[in-house]
């Protein structure tokens, strides 16, 4: 599914965040939001997941402004895994999951066969299945993620928007994240927007890189284009050498000091 | 597997609950000033209708335990509702004001309009809808905080008790009267109160029923929410209005009993678990069974003086409200 911003401007207050925003993702494509802290990238997310009202501008589902489709409908083509989230201390995973499909149930009416079948899936896709009796705050950090993940999946989202899902995670951790949230997109075709922190890590798992300065869209395009001594100089403010990351085919770089 | 005995065992609390307080119900009708044997009352009820027995039974145990389980029921279910969309334990309808708004607005009826009693329940709810959506404006800055709302709730509340005092300075003469509202009491409670209460109630029970699991979608959190395709805003003001109106619906009928709101949600969640959908019916039975034994406590005690039921709840509550917040704080 297609995601289309246009001209978007978000306040908080009377203190403008983003300026005029405009971007158009493609289906099956993982997009990664990167920018300093305070940039607005973090808003961008929650605007798109209409968490915030925008005060101009709009954003469209295949073509179709989501002012003028119904929350629910949203929901099931547009999942989200926000940075805060909370969840009582006795539910167990597959009780998690089960909430994905709230999006799906019509008034009054309990889970079906299919919704179930459903949740299994999702659980099995994310290796969770083993865990479901589990309760969810006795999870370490990436199985916890990987919980939520499930939730969204269970959605059957065509687009999943992801704010920071590995921040508080081990490396170890925020590796087992992305490469999900990668084979997702590839077994399932899910269109994927993330805002990482980690540009090494947002060059390697991103087809395309959307970069957030200041409340002002920087640049958009392949983490090729993207990351380059401009970029890390003028937004980051580092000097930084850059090389080719010849196996995963994306390039990294190495900070040498901050920019004087 | 597992899902479906935590089912089957969460269905056994469920039934457990219900048990009691149905046992509530009949310790309640047989206990009381008059002493009556069980025996007596099935004759009671079933075959000597002119009997004083009959008429104690019938016009004053019966309205009187009746009343105090859909005050229990409805102070519990406001509470546990409050406690949910706030995610605060502490949240009660006592502390966020909306017991408050419809005791003011009792207060002023039962004192400076005593003629217009029957108004009562009427004008509990206008308190309780006002102070909540006066709560609700206070907290309103681009979406409804929950910190702020509770802090704006405790203001109102003190501001709206400070208003209750001073009526009673005022009129000092009025205020023997008015004790057993001031502190919650179910003396003197007859089939007109069934009345008064019965409607509000049962409405507010089965609109919770059927939207209780919106609840537990809100407890993942407001953007979790959002992205599932519920109107976070829309659905918590719904929630709050239900819980005012049976807030407001029990405080007409037997004034400002505090800590029921508070207590009985947080050991119905330690029986059964956070799941609204079997919290909500849990909390029904457990509230309605705490009243009807505090009350029966409250007939019996130092019979034939009877205190009020309130009493019995702080001096029970009281304890348990500090037993959390040091528990909170581990």
Redesign the interface.
């Known amino acids: 599914m297609e995601l289309k911003v246009e001209g978007l401007n978000v306040f908080y207050g009377d203190k403008k965040i983003l300026n005029d925003i405009s971007f158009n993702i493609k289906s099956g494509e993982i997009t990664t939001i990167i920018g300093p802290n305070g940039s607005g990238k973090s808003t961008l997310i929650k605007t798109i997941s209409r968490y915030l009202k925008p005060k101009g501008g709009s954003i469209y589902l295949d073509k179709v402004n989501i002012n003028q489709i119904n929350t629910k409908e949203i929901a099931r083509n547009l999942a989200v895994l926000p940075q805060v989230k909370d969840v009582s201390s006795d539910i167990s995973v597959e009780e998690l999951v089960s909430y994905g499909r709230y999006p799906h149930l019509k008034f009054g009416k309990r889970l079906s066969k299919e919704d179930k079948e459903i949740i299994e899936w999702a659980l099995e896709k994310t290796g969770l299945l083993e865990m479901k009796d589990r309760c969810v705050v006795t999870l370490s950090g990436g199985e916890r993620q990987r919980a939520w993940i499930a939730m969204s999946l269970a959605q059957k989202p065509k687009i999943l928007l992801l704010d920071e899902p590995t921040t508080f995670l081990d490396i170890c951790y925020q590796f087992e994240v992305l490469e999900l949230v990668k084979e997702l997109n590839k077994t399932l075709g899910i269109t994927v927007v993330m805002v990482l922190h980690d540009l090494n890590q947002a060059a390697r798992y991103s087809d395309k890189m959307l970069v957030i300065n200041n409340g002002d869209l920087w640049e958009y395009g392949e983490p090729c284009e993207i990351v380059s001594e401009n970029l890390l100089k003028n937004i980051f403010k580092i000097d930084a050498d850059i090389y080719e990351d010849k196996v995963n085919n994306c390039p990294y770089f190495i900070p040498r000091k901050i920019t004087a | 597997m ?2 479906q005995n ?1 089912k089957i065992k969460k269905s056994a609390i469920l039934i457990a609950c219900m048990c009691f307080s149905i046992t509530g119900f009949f310790i309640s009708i047989v206990n009381g000033a008059v002493k009556i044997s069980f025996v007596e009352i099935v004759n009671a009820i079933f075959f000597e209708e002119a009997t004083v027995n009959y008429q104690i039974i019938m016009n004053v145990r019966l309205p009187r335990t009746i009343t105090a389980s859909l005050v229990g029921t409805s102070l519990a279910l406001s509470g546990s509702i409050l406690q949910g969309i706030m ?1 605060n334990p502490l949240a009660s309808p006592n502390i966020i004001g909306v017991s408050s708004g419809a005791g003011l607005m009792t207060l002023i009826i039962l004192i400076l309009f005593p003629d217009y009693y029957f108004l009562a329940p009427l004008s509990a709810f206008i308190g309780a809808l006002t102070a909540t959506l006066f709560i609700y404006f206070l907290a309103w800055k ?1 979406g409804v905080a929950t910190t702020r709302l509770i802090l704006a709730g405790v203001a109102v509340s003190s501001l709206l008790g400070a208003g209750n005092n001073a009526i009673m300075t005022f009129y000092p003469d009025k205020v023997s009267g008015v004790i057993g509202f001031m502190v919650g009491g179910l003396s003197a409670t007859n089939w007109k109160h069934v009345d008064m209460i019965f409607p509000y109630a049962i409405v507010g029970i089965i609109l919770l029923l ?1 939207i209780s ?1 919106k609840l ?2 809100l ?6 929410a ?6 976070v805003e829309k659905t918590k003001f719904l929630f709050i209005i239900i819980s005012s109106v049976l807030a407001g619906a029990a405080v007409s009928v037997v004034g400002l009993l505090g800590f029921v709101g508070l207590i009985v949600p947080h050991i119905t969640r330690q029986l059964i ?3 609204y959908r079997f919290l909500i019916p849990a909390t029904i039975f457990t509230g309605s069974a705490v009243v009807i034994l505090c009350d029966t406590l409250a007939r019996v005690m130092f019979a034939p003086v009877e205190i009020p039921v309130g009493i019995i709840m702080s001096a029970l509550g009281a304890p348990f409200f500090l037993y959390l917040l040091r528990r909170k704080k581990e």
């Open positions: 597992n899902q935590e995610r681009q059927l699991n537990n979608i407890m993942l959190g407001d953007e979790v959002t992205g599932l395709g519920l109107n678990g956070s799941d």
